[in-house]
Structures are given as C-alpha cells and as structure tokens.
C-alpha cells in the first residue's frame, strides 16, 4: 500500500476519531456495551449473504458471455474487489478492473469481455440504486431540513450517475455513437501521445469494440435481465436490512424507511472520489442524520461504528488477504492511490505483455 493511500486511509480515521470525540467517547463505549450480540451476528450473516447474492449477479453475466466459472471462484474475485473499492479514493470504482483482471487471468478470457461484464455488474448495481436515491432524496426533502446546498448537491451527483449510466448503454446499442467515442479517445491519445501512438490506439480500438459486443449481448438478453434487476434491488434491501439489525441491536426504534433513506445518501456521499470507500465522510453523514431522525447521538455513533466495520472493514480485510493469492505481482502493479481508468490501464498492459 502506498504512501499516498496511508496518508488518505489516515484523514478518515482522523475525521471519524473526531466526530466520535464531539459525540463523545466514552457516550458511545457505554452504548457499544448495551449491543445485543445475536442481533449483530445476525447482520454480519446478511452481509455474507449479500456477498453470495453479488456473486450470483456476476455469474449469471459471466455465463451469457460464455464465460462459466463457479460461484466459489468469482466469490474471492469479489472481495478482492470490494477491498480494493474500499481503499481507492475513486468513487468505488478501482476494484471493477482489478476483479476483471483477476478473472481473465485465471481463466485465460479476454480483458475486454471480462471487464464488460464487470461493467454491466456495476450497472445492474447502479440502477437500482439510482431509482432509489431519486426516492430518497425527494422523501427526505419532506422529512428533514435540508439547506439547499445539500439538496443540490445530490440531485447533481444523481444526474451524473443516471447520465454515465445512459452513455455507457447508449454505446452498447448503437454502434456509431461507440465509433464517436473511439474516435474522441484517439484524438485525446493523438493529442497527449504525438509519438508511437499506434499500439495504445489499437488496444482502445480493440476494448471498445469488444466491450461494445459484450454489452449489447448482456442488454439484448431479456431473460437474463428479468433474474438480474430484481436480485440487484434484493441486494439493495439486504443492505438496508443489515444497517437496520445493527440498530435494533442497541434497542433503537427506527422506523425501516428512515435507515433506508440515511443509507442510501451515504452511499451517494461514498461514490464521490475524495477518500478510500467514503470513509469518515460516510460515517458523519450517517451520526448526522440519524441523529437528526431522533435517535440520540451516542446510540448513532456506535451503530454507525458497529454497521461501517461489518460492511466496510470487513470486506476489506478479507479482500486483502485473499489478494495475495492471485500473485504477489498483482499488488505491485495497483496503485491504490489510482483512478479506475488507471488501474484498469496497469492491468490490461500486464496481460498484453504475457500475451
């Protein structure tokens, strides 16, 4: 891990440490103390169910790319990923290459077909969500007092989100806006790379086209679709259920829409590539509006600790575990201090390379 990425992982700790200390310190031990061990055990097995339900979703992909491996190989492939999205300031988004990588060279696939059903992974994720944080957000405009600002800002981050969702299945579908893009993306590389272009404009000519083939097959597919759009709001519910246990665990009564809609902003605040996974950015904004819905300070701050070490921390820490498993080389070549594209780009050399 680089030091770019400690110093990050460090101002969140700083900034959780901080709020945890307006809170008050010894306010949250002593709520931590009251948890009710069975409940929160049973959060952590929902969010080892959710991990199984996002490998399903990815497998059932893989298969109408031809591409049939078992759950038990993918599910590694996604904690690594998870892990990976966690410790990226990147908008949670530096794992998806990182597991298509993994998968292409465990499985001697294609970069681009692997990557493009990770790609369509996100999006199945993504749709969902969008749909549910345009809910939230006009529910909690009604429920909570909002400045402006804070309204603004995340109808903003919602129309980006919908609109690289738009463009990305735009391309899929209609082959000359994909040629558009190529073309902008070569005239970028022919702008910035003057000299010995050629090999870098063939390896984008050959993943766009090739990503483009790949999405429209998973786009075209009715039927896989039907099976993916519901288990992907499942997971979604899952995950509100999981921060809900947590809660209940400290006695809290709270009603199930207001966890969800608290959640769901947070996880909008954790898609903005400041920090690694949102971390302290997050977790304030989850103390925040919790305690805003009547649920008293201390009581927030040590479920919210409680909710980010059982969908953050742990993933993280079985992800980077598991990590070393694909080659030690595989963590030389990520910079988790990278954007996607950059680290998607360090991969897809890689595999060049030994091809």
Known sequence: MDRKTLFFLGISLLILAVMLWFVGIEEVISALKIANIGIIVLAIITQIVTYFLYTLRWQILNKLANMDVGIGELLPMVLVGLAVNNITPSGRGGGEPVRAYILSKQNDYPMEETFATVVADRALDTFPFVVLAALTIGAMAFSFKFDLWLLIIMVLAVIAIVAILIVLIYMCINPNFGK????????????????????LEEKIHDAIFGFQDTMKLLISNKKVLSYTIPLSFLIWVFEIIRVYLVFLAFGAQVDLVVIGEVFIVASLVGMIPLLPGGLGAVDGMMILFYSAAGISASISAAATVIERLISFWMATILGLVILPHYGSSLLDKISFSSSPDEIEETLSDDLKDDG
């Open 180 to 199: 558009r893009v190529d073309g902008w993306i070569i005239g970028l590389v022919r702008r910035f790379y003057k000299k010995n272009s050629e090999g």
